[in-house]
């Protein structure tokens, strides 16, 4: 099959388009003929890291249909759309035209999503899932400001946020206000012109897609016992004296994609694809992604050419 791999310092430029081997399919996994994949931060920085699987190939989420099966797979049957997650390090990745996967870490495509669509929501989901709902514990009426609110994770946080009810506020630049608003986003603020706390008070929630800096000033704007939850950074104990700091909930694939499907069924969650690359131009495309420019998600568009 034809993939990405990469070589050298792991750099977007140093991935190559080559051929090589069809993953092997284990007793509990699926074969999957990837139709699109998506570029998440986590691709890369694993890919720098040098903490890739064997083969090189990088990439998460992947959209495609069941080719085969290993013999302790009950349903899923071939020519099963799906949509779902390899976990890169230990696995191919996604940046090919067939990934192995264990079953449990697909769901079936949801039925109003194009494939590129299943292909750019599954980490995303499960992220916004582990932090505003298993960890955060969301309720209705609760104000929730989302820092990074256009970005890939933080813009299904909006979306979850406001599906549970609650008054979403939001961080981004000015020119994804009106993107944010759409999403459901009841207020914007520009932190290019403005400090967040001066702004925004007595919030119930911050949920942090950014890290640094605007982790260390969260705590401002929380209420007296507010939740703080970040995925971009570790809260200390000086942050969490007045407020609190919940443990970060499990990653679960499963629970994660299986907690958004009534919503994307009800059309209360969409994801955004800002741009699509052929597998050729994977470099290209993890570069978009590593400028941090990207409103939603960055897919690619993968076409097998071999059975088998």
């Known amino acids: 099959m034809l993939a990405a791999t990469a070589k050298g310092n792991g750099d977007?430029?140093?991935?190559?388009?080559?051929?090589?081997?069809?993953?092997?399919?284990?007793?509990?996994?699926?074969?999957?003929?990837?139709?699109n994949a998506s570029v998440n931060p986590v691709d890369w920085k694993l890919q720098a890291a040098g903490r890739l699987a064997s083969q090189g190939v990088p990439g998460g989420d992947f959209s495609g249909n069941v080719v085969a099966r290993g013999a302790a797979v009950d349903g899923l049957a071939c020519g099963t759309a799906v949509a779902g997650i390899v976990y890169q390090q230990s696995r191919s990745?996604?940046?090919?035209e067939y990934v192995s996967v264990p079953a449990d870490q697909v769901v079936?495509?949801?039925?109003?999503?194009?494939?590129a669509e299943a292909a750019a929501y599954p980490t995303t989901a499960v992220a916004a899932w582990r932090f505003l709902v298993a960890t955060a514990a969301v309720q209705p009426g609760e104000r929730v400001l989302v820092h990074g609110g256009a970005?890939?994770?933080?813009?299904?946080?909006?979306?979850?946020?406001?599906?549970?009810?609650?008054?979403?506020?939001?961080?981004?630049s000015a020119?994804?206000?009106?993107?944010?608003?759409?999403?459901?986003?009841?207020?914007?603020?520009?932190y290019?012109?403005?400090?967040?706390?001066?702004?925004?008070?007595?919030v119930d929630v911050v949920v942090d897609t950014v890290g640094g800096e605007t982790l260390q000033r969260s705590p401002a704007v929380l209420r007296e016992g507010g939740r703080l939850v970040s995925m971009a950074g570790r809260t200390t104990p000086a942050m969490c004296r007045r407020i609190r700091c919940p443990a970060t909930a499990d990653w679960d694939v499963r629970k994660g994609m299986r907690y958004v499907?009534?919503?994307?069924?009800?059309?209360?969650?969409?994801?955004n694809i800002h741009r699509r690359y052929p597998l050729n131009e994977a470099a290209a495309a993890q570069q978009f992604n590593r400028e941090g420019r990207t409103r939603g998600k960055v897919v690619l568009d993968v076409v097998a050419e071999v059975t088998p």
């Not at 549970?164 to 961080?171: D, S």
């Not at 290019?192 to 007595?202: I, L």
């Open 175 to 190: 020119r994804n206000h009106d993107y944010l608003r759409r999403i459901g986003a009841d207020d914007v603020v520009d």
């Open 93 to 96: 990745g996604s940046y090919a």
């Open 261 to 271: 499907e009534p919503l994307i069924a009800a059309g209360k969650l969409k994801v």
């Open 192 to 202: 290019q012109a403005v400090r967040f706390e001066d702004a925004v008070k007595d």
């Open 108 to 115: 079936p495509k949801p039925a109003n999503f194009s494939f």
């Open 151 to 172: 970005g890939g994770v933080g813009s299904l946080v909006v979306q979850l946020a406001k599906a549970r009810g609650a008054h979403v506020i939001a961080t981004a």
């Open 12 to 35: 977007p430029a140093a991935l190559d388009i080559r051929r090589v081997p069809l993953p092997a399919v284990g007793p509990g996994d699926v074969l999957v003929r990837v139709r």
